[in-house]
């Protein structure tokens, strides 16, 4: 093992122990390309960065560019660069994304660049009996799981990522793929949902009826949070499968994010209050 590829592990185990999101890129094929060879792994970090070395400046920034992209959607990519004189010789491929490579050393690179994410966090505000079922099933499938609760609740949540005294939510470095949950179930409800609804996290759920989240909305509006802000809430929090009991709702709630993560959920959102019928207000 050479030092450059001590540097690359060492700097993948890095990002990965400080949950940040990298793209590991290996050089799969190579056409009259002399300075990089098959098998050649370069590191490209979330700002851009690199470590290790893929050739031309032009394959490199190419590099870049579908990095990122696959940073951004969570998706591995093959890429073809190829000098602009012999771009036209090229059927498209499909799968392969074609890149022109304006710099005088031309040849051809071809490239498997793989997004390395970080785990999806989940923020959870409360210490509830449904808080701390959705704090262990989410760590069970692998989600970084924060808890925001009083300081006399942290003991409830010795196995969690990382504890929050109170509800000031203004140090979490938050990620696009954070999800939020209250879970407070009548403790300290307006506070909570309040501090929930001020992060920037597209998903905000709450575990509620329909009518304890309408009540909850209309003091937030008289205490001057945006209606935008509370239009994102979600309540009831979670998917309609007649779940009964902390551990389904939990379950319940899981499965939205994943739909939400995955993208289904994107593509067709609907109103909070249509993601559940009226029977599920008592169990909330």
């Not at 959607?73 to 090229?90: L, T």
Request: a neutral charge.
């Amino acid at each position: 093992m050479t030092g450059q590829d001590d540097d690359m592990f060492t700097c993948m185990k890095q990002l990965k122990d400080d949950e940040q999101p990298f793209a590991l890129v290996t050089v799969v094929r190579t056409e009259d390309a002399t300075s990089v060879k098959a098998g050649t792994k370069v590191v490209v970090r979330g700002d851009g960065t690199m470590i290790g070395w893929v050739g031309s400046g032009c394959a490199a920034a190419a590099v870049r560019k579908a990095a990122a992209q696959a940073l951004l959607d969570g998706q591995p990519r093959m890429i073809r660069v190829r000098p602009a004189a012999r771009a036209d010789e090229d059927a498209v491929i499909p799968g392969i994304e074609a890149h022109t490579n304006h710099c005088p050393s031309g040849g051809t690179v071809e490239l498997f660049v793989e997004p390395v994410l970080p785990r999806p966090e989940i923020v959870i505000l409360g210490a509830s009996p449904t808080a701390r079922a959705l704090g262990d099933l989410a760590r069970r499938i692998g989600y970084a799981v924060t808890v925001a609760a009083l300081a006399e609740d942290h003991a409830d949540f010795a196995d969690v990522d990382r504890l929050v005294e109170g509800f000031d939510l203004s140090k979490i470095a938050w990620r696009r793929d954070a999800y939020v949950v209250v879970a407070t179930q009548g403790k300290r409800d307006r506070d909570a949902l309040k501090a929930a609804l001020a992060t920037p996290a597209a998903y905000v759920a709450m575990v509620a009826s329909r009518r304890k989240a309408a009540v909850l909305k209309q003091t937030l509006i008289e205490a001057g949070v945006p209606a935008e802000a509370l239009a994102r809430l979600r309540a009831p929090a979670g998917i309609d499968i007649a779940a009964v009991g902390p551990a389904e709702i939990a379950l319940s709630i899981l499965a939205e994010i994943i739909r939400e993560r995955h993208g289904e959920g994107r593509a067709a959102r609907v109103a909070p209050e249509k993601h559940s019928r009226e029977g599920r207000d008592a169990r909330h």
